[in-house]
Every structure is written in structure tokens, then in C-alpha cells.
């Protein structure tokens, strides 16, 4: 449900405020220029036509988005003024407006004529101001479903529906619905995205058949290093997350190809907001989060913004249990009209338990009871992590911008965990080992954008030139493998202590990556949409190991290319290739790095947009080939090759918006038959894993949540939600040795929402996993398969003024 970004003058302050604006403008401002121009605006919705209409006379538009929801409005192919085009736009709607010096118009409804005298107070209609915008999605009262722009794709603002990809959006009111607290939970409403690796130290997903780590931060890559899980991301903060499937290289450099999840992060604002919320839920969850922000100065040249999350939790997981703290302020400085830098600070603290699931059992994870816990109960991970960012940028005009970003992240790692010694034996017993690191770790990244607009002949250009930087230092202190190992038996677990450690430096490595690409949007004539773009990389890298130095410097072009055609605005078809160039991934028998890994996908796809923006759904097919993947070396089973190749290809369908007035859906499927190894060798110079299928890769899953909030009566503000997660079958490791089952589970969800006084209080209950079905979410190839949660009751109280 779309609101305006300030509440309505009350209707004396209303007319003073515009008695005092006709004066001015009266006194001031000069007549809007007539000139004529030829638009090319589709019939539809008339949020959309303004919204076309504003940007191709590059005028400004104020209006409440009220106003014109649900009004459509005429095709617009001719040349006329902007008062000729308002008027063919506004006609029938009930709509007026008024041109204010030379680039603003306001929208407003028709003042209502009173013939027996002139119009008071009390009947003339109040001033909604919203502002440039007709819509704003950062509003904390936004209860969108269905985001209409996103930037993760193109690193511009552009509509999705122009956009020849295939990108989601989790907005925040699906987050706030879900009551998500894990990264994980939000991504289970995405199409070809399902739990990867490990479930409990980190934030891991499959997306097309591939794992990935990396979580990207409003456009900023932290990947974790392997064996390392310190990206667990706080959601508190979080404005809404995006899912650009596919290889992303050209705009994000070392990336996996199955996609990447993009956060976005919550800004400061203009008007004041607040918000407290108390979550208590299952095995004694306690979260305390604070939302804040507003101008310092009255003025709004200074705004800030502050989250901070606190979390103490046990598990259904004997002994295993959570402690976090995050701090997270933001400070924009609105410098001038066109120019703003913000400055932003992240700290988090974290301590839990260091899981490590169970191992198999013949060719499934062992049937252990879902409470035990094979590890030792002071088997701990702390994790400290502070980052500090600036951005900026500055608008030469209307049509040119340049921006900076820049982040540094430092974290301490400290962990001891355990690891199973092949299988569990009829008996249940497994042998263990455990290991201790140390590690501290230094990430930095920055980039510089200079995004234009500029017409050739009847041709529209959006062009992106930029450059980026990253570099990662990192220094493992370990110990590990104490003899002689520990046995525990995983029908009848008893803890029997931790052994002594000695760490000693094993790795140090330290890596640089620049980028530099240029990309070009093109607005051709017949409502068709081109995307051309080209990036140059080059990775260097240096690993110690033990002792020895290795070194790898490459270089590579990728190209990006789609074409896509809008023939109505409720249609887009369009077709894509993309190329990836990822990290290198170890080292071969001759001490060298090795090749980093590559990938190629083509795409197609249908996407449509109906009932103004509410809703929106699409549908995608896709096949992905990534090389270089390491492998085994034949000629010694403890090195590696890059020879190794995998491929998937499938079909994803994904529904979200408003279908109905209060009535929200999201619905997501995917099918993906292929998702196989394609080149392998083993150490003894067979085919090894080769024609086998991903590990964590489902061949079908998907996703159903629907929420309906009364808007009427006695029972406005009572909202009720239920959905269901399906997963197919999924293999545990490349060897296809172990298989996890499907599963299905059921959630529900119902809340209440009081305005009092100025304030707004919500009430909520979720209750997940309604049924109790026992399944496995993941497994991370290496013999641990980590258990779902079981039922899980979460309730809120939250107060928001």
C-alpha cells in the first residue's frame, strides 16, 4: 500500500501554506517554457503515464500517489506541450493542476465549486506534498510486497521490467511479516535459492545449482574465505534484500555465477521516525531492536539514522546457543541541492556454539534424535567485526552524476570446532577431531561511478563508467587434529572435553582485484530495451602456506549483453548472456594458484506488471557452465587441478504483490533438471565425480505465503498469514554418497496493528514449521548435515511514532 512521504496539512495550515505559494510564485517564478515535444507513453496506469510523462519532459511532478491510485490514463503518441500532454493525461480522472515556474507541476484534485459563495477553510481540499517522487519505498509505513525499481541488476534505478535479467526483491514488509531474523529465512521466497553449506555459523546459499557465500552489502562485496563462516548478516538493519541471479562479474567482479544477494541497508530520512520492538519466541529467544531517524538540523541538511539489535537465544540443538550484539549508525550530510556524502558505522558481536550437524549414515544423515549435539559443549566461535564506510556524490545536472563508495570491514575470528572421521558405524559411533583458529581478518573496497543521460538521435542512453577495487588480508592461526581422535556415539552423545591446543600460523594470504566497466542502457524506438556492457579484471594473489609463497596474477574481459521488448506496460519479454570471472580456488602439485574460475550463462524470460505496480510476476529459463572448478589431481589425491566443469539449467517462476485490496501473495517455483558435474577426474584417472549431481542442489522447490489484512470495521488492522516451503531431494556431497529427503513445511503468521494517538502498535504471532516435520536444510559436502528448525513460536511487540 503506497503512502505519501509527508502526512496532509491540516487544512488551516493548508490554505495558509498555499495562499503563500501563489504569492511567491506570483512574485517569482516565470512562466513554464511551451515547448513542444513528442512523447511516446503506452496506456495504463496514470501513477505510471505521470511518472513516464515527468521524466520525458524532464519536469518535476508533486503529487500525493494517492491521488492517482488505481486511475488509468490515455496513450500519449504526439507531439504537444507539457500543458497539452497534462491535460490529454488527467482527462476523466477528476485531477487538475498547476505549472509552477519552469520544471514543476502539481496534481491535485479539482477544488470543489460552492455556487452559493466563494470556498472556505473547511471546504477546500488539503495540500499533500510528497515531493520529486511519486513513491517512496524506504517509507518505515510502506507495506509493499511488490518493489516496482531496483539498482542491484544495473547499478542504476532502473525498473525491473526494463531490466533483461532476472532479479528479485524481499521487501521489508515481507520481512517484517516473516518476522526474519536469518538472511536464510527471507531468501526461502526466492525461486531457485535454497539452504546451502552450513546452516549455523554462516549466511550460505545454492542459487542455480551453485554455492555461494558471498553476501554483498549495498552494492559491496565481503565474501568469507573457505572454512571461515564470519558472514552471518544482521537483519536489523536491513531495507530490503535483492537476488540478481546469474553471473554478475561485470558490475561486482569476483563473484559466483548462480547470483548474488544484495542487502540493502537502511538510510537516514527526512522525517522523524522510531521504532521498538520486543521479539520473544522458542527455545528462550530474547531480540531487542531499535529503529531512529530523523534531521538533526531543522533544515535537513544533517539526518542520521540509528539500528541497534540485541539477541540471546538457545536451540532445539542440545548445549548450542547465540549472544549478538549490533550497533549500526548512519550520518548524511546534505551538502548542497546536489551534493551528499554519508558516513556509516557497523560493530556486532557474536557468540555461539559451533555446530557441526551430523554425520552419514549409509546413504542418508544418521537417524541421531534432533536435540544432539556431537561436539563438545565449550566448542565456541566469537566473532568481532567492525566496519566504517563513506559515500558520496554529486549531480553536475539533471542528467550526469558521479559517486564514490567506500568500506573497510576488520574482523576477529576465534574458533574451535570438531569434524567427523567418515561415517557413523552401525553402532553409531563416529570418530572425531577438532581444530582451533585464529583469525584476524582486513577487507577494503571502493568504487567510483559516473552514470549520464543523453539521447542519439531517437535513441535514449543511460550510461554507467566506473571502477572498483578490493583487497582482502587474511592470517589463519590453527591447531589441529590432536591425537588420538575422540569417538562419540550420535544415539547417545556424551560430551567428553575439549583437547589442548597449540596454534601456529598456516596461511597467510592477501589479494587485490581491480575492475573497470562501462555499460550502456538504450531506450530504443517501439518500446524495446537494449543492455550492452563490457568489464576488464585483473586478480593478483599471494597464499603462504606453511611456509611456501604461491602467486597468481590474471587478466580477463567479460562481456554482458540483453535485448528486451516492452510491448505494453503490463508485458516485457527479453534475452540475456552474461560472463562471470570468480576467485582463484587453491593450489596445483607445482605450487601454483589456480586459474580462477569462470562461468557463462544465457537467459530468457517473461516478466509482467499489473494493477499499477502491485503486482508482479515472471518467468525464466536459464543455462549456466562454470569452469575451472578444482578438482582432484590425478597424480596425487591432495592437490588439485582447475579442470573441473559444471553445468545447470532450469526454469524459475516468481509472484508477488497485492491481488486484491489487503490481500498480498508471494509465490515462487523452480525446476531444475540439470545441475551436474560435467568434467571430473579422480587420483586414479577415472571420471571421479563426473555426471553426478550438485551437492545442495534441488531438482524441483518453491514457496507459497499469503497475507490478508481487513481494511474495514471493527476488525481493520487484523492481519492473517500462511504459507508453505516445498524442497525436493537433494545430494549431500559431489560423491552422491548421501541424500538428504524432501521436505514440506507450514507457516502462519496473524497480527494486530492500534493507532494510538500518534503512534502506531502492532502485535504479532509466527508460528513455523506448524506440523514439526523432522528434515535436514543442508549439508556442506563434507560429511555434516545440519538439521531444520523444528516448530518454532515468535511473537512481537512493536511501537512505531
Avoid at 229 to 248: F, H, M, Q, W, Y
Avoid at 568 to 580: A, D, F, H, K, R
Avoid at 678 to 683: M, P, Q, R, V
Avoid at 718 to 727: D, E, H, N, R, W
Amino acid at each position: 500500500m503506497r503512502t505519501p512521504a509527508f502526512a496532509p496539512l491540516s487544512a488551516p495550515f493548508a490554505l495558509t501554506a498555499l495562499a503563500l505559494s501563489i504569492a511567491s510564485y506570483t512574485a517569482y517564478a516565470e512562466p513554464m517554457q511551451q515547448e513542444a515535444r513528442t512523447y511516446a507513453i503506452a496506456a495504463g496506469g496514470l501513477t505510471e503515464a505521470l511518472t513516464a510523462f515527468a521524466d520525458q519532459a524532464n519536469l518535476k511532478l508533486v503529487f500525493n500517489a494517492e491521488l492517482t491510485r488505481g486511475l488509468s490514463a490515455p496513450a500519449l503518441h504526439e507531439t504537444v506541450t507539457v500543458e497539452q500532454g497534462l491535460n490529454k493525461l488527467l482527462k476523466d480522472s477528476g485531477l487538475g493542476y498547476r505549472l509552477v515556474g519552469q520544471d514543476t507541476a502539481i496534481i491535485e484534485a479539482k477544488p470543489i465549486v460552492n455556487k452559493s459563495g466563494p470556498q472556505s477553510a473547511a471546504t477546500m481540499p488539503a495540500v499533500t506534498v510528497v515531493g520529486k517522487a511519486v513513491y517512496d519505498s524506504t517509507d518505515p509505513y510502506n507495506q509493499d510486497y511488490n518493489l516496482t525499481h531496483t539498482k542491484t541488476a544495473t547499478k542504476t534505478d532502473t525498473p525491473i521490467m526494463e531490466t533483461p535479467f532476472s532479479v528479485q526483491v524481499v521487501s521489508k514488509q515481507v520481512i517484517e511479516d516473516q518476522q526474519v531474523i536469518r538472511l536464510k529465512d527471507a531468501l526461502k521466497n526466492i525461486s531457485g535459492v535454497v539452504q546451502g553449506g552450513d546452516a549455523t555459523g554462516s549466511d550460505h546459499f545454492n542459487i542455480r545449482g551453485f554455492d555461494t557465500t558471498m553476501v554483498y552489502r549495498d552494492g559491496s562485496p565481503f565474501p568469507i574465505a573457505a572454512g571461515i563462516p564470519t558472514n552471518r548478516r544482521e537483519t536489523a538493519n536491513i531495507e530490503s534484500i535483492d537476488v540478481l541471479k546469474g553471473p554478475a562479474s561485470l558490475l561486482y567482479g569476483r563473484t559466483e555465477p548462480g547470483g548474488i544477494v544484495n542487502v540493502t541497508t537502511k538510510q537516514p530520512l527526512s522525517h522523524a521516525y522510531y521504532s521498538l520492538q520486543q521479539q520473544f519466541g522458542s527455545y528462550d529467544l530474547y531480540r531487542t531492536t531499535v529503529d531512529a531517524t530523523g534531521p538533526i538540523i531543522s533544515d535537513n541538511s544533517l539526518l542520521y539514522r540509528f539500528n541497534l539489535a540485541y539477541q540471546d537465544n538457545n536451540s532445539f540443538r542440545d548445549y548450542v546457543g547465540n549472544e549478538r550484539v549490533f550497533v549500526a549508525p548512519v550520518l548524511t550530510w546534505n551538502i548542497d541541492a546536489r551534493t551528499k556524502a554519508t558516513f556509516e558505522l557497523e560493530y556486532l558481536h557474536d557468540e555461539s556454539i559451533n555446530d557441526p550437524g551430523v554425520p552419514g549414515f549409509g546413504n542418508r544423515p544418521a537417524p541421531a534424535p534432533r536435540n544432539s549435539f556431537l561436539s563438545e559443549p565449550n566448542a565456541k566461535i566469537t566473532t568481532d567485526k567492525v566496519l566504517v564506510g563513506l559515500n558520496w556524490s554529486h549531480q553536475f545536472n539533471d542528467n550526469w552524476e558521479i559517486s564514490q563508495r567506500f568500506n573497510a570491514e576488520f574482523t576477529q575470528y576465534d574458533q574451535i570446532g570438531s569434524f567427523f572421521f567418515g561415517q557413523a558405524s552401525a553402532s553409531g559411533n563416529v570418530d572425531r577431531g577438532f581444530f582451533k583458529t585464529e583469525s584476524p581478518w582486513e577487507k577494503y573496497y571502493t568504487n567510483v561511478n559516473l552514470t549520464g543521460k543523453f539521447n542519439t538521435g531517437v535513441v535514449k542512453h543511460k550510461l554507467l563508467m566506473g571502477g572498483d577495487y578490493f583487497r582482502e588480508d587474511l592470517n589463519v592461526k590453527e591447531g589441529c587434529c590432536p591425537s588420538p581422535s575422540t569417538p562419540i556415539n550420535v544415539f547417545n552423545p556424551v560430551p567428553t572435553g575439549l583437547p589442548n591446543f597449540d596454534v601456529a600460523p598456516v596461511v597467510k594470504t592477501s589479494s587485490d582485484w581491480f575492475g573497470l566497466y562501462l555499460q550502456d542502457q538504450m531506450e530504443l524506438p517501439h518500446n524495446f530495451f537494449a543492455l550492452g556492457g563490457m568489464r576488464y579484471d585483473n586478480a593478483r594473489g599471494s597464499d603462504e602456506l606453511n611456509g611456501g609463497a604461491v602467486t597468481i596474477d590474471e587478466d580477463r574481459v567479460s562481456p554482458r549483453g540483453g535485448l528486451l521488448w516492452r510491448p505494453i506496460p503490463e508485458l516485457s519479454v527479453y534475452g540475456s548472456y552474461t560472463e562471470n570471472f570468480g576467485a582463484n580456488n587453491g593450489v596445483n602439485r607445482n605450487g601454483q594458484l589456480l586459474k580462477p574460475e569462470t562461468a557463462q550463462q544465457w537467459e530468457t524470460g517473461i516478466k509482467t506488471e499489473l494493477w499499477d505496480g502491485r503486482f508482479s510476476a515472471s518467468l525464466a529459463y536459464f543455462e549456466l557452465t562454470k569452469q575451472n572448478i578444482r578438482v582432484t589431481d590425478p597424480t596425487n589425491f591432495t592437490l588439485s587441478k582447475s579442470i573441473g566443469e559444471a553445468m545447470s539449467q532450469g526454469i524459475e517462476m516468481d509472484a508477488k504483490g497485492e491481488v486484491m485490496p489487503g490481500w498480498n501473495i508471494l509465490g515462487s517455483y523452480a525446476h531444475i533438471p540439470v545441475a551436474n558435474i560435467t568434467k571430473d577426474f579422480d587420483s586414479s584417472g577415472g571420471n571421479g565425480n563426473q555426471g553426478n549431481r550438485l551437492y545442495n542442489s534441488a531438482r524441483n522447490s518453491g514457496s507459497l505465503w499469503n497475507v490478508y489484512e481487513f481494511q474495514d470495521g471493527d476488525m481493520r488492522g487484523l492481519k492473517f498469514g500462511a504459507g508453505a516451503v516445498v524442497v525436493g531431494k537433494r545430494q549431500a556431497d559431489n560423491e552422491s554418497r548421501v541424500q538428504m529427503p524432501g521436505y514440506v513445511t507450514l507457516n502462519l503468521m496473524t497480527s494486530y496493528q492500534q493507532k494510538i494517538g500518534d503512534s502506531k502498535l502492532t502485535v504479532q504471532f509466527n508460528v513455523d514449521n506448524l506440523l514439526d516435520k523432522s528434515y535436514f536444510a543442508s549439508a556442506n559436502g563434507f560429511n555434516q548435515h545440519f538439521f531444520g528448525t523444528p516448530r518454532t513460536f515468535l511473537g512481537s511487540v512493536r511501537l512505531e511514532y
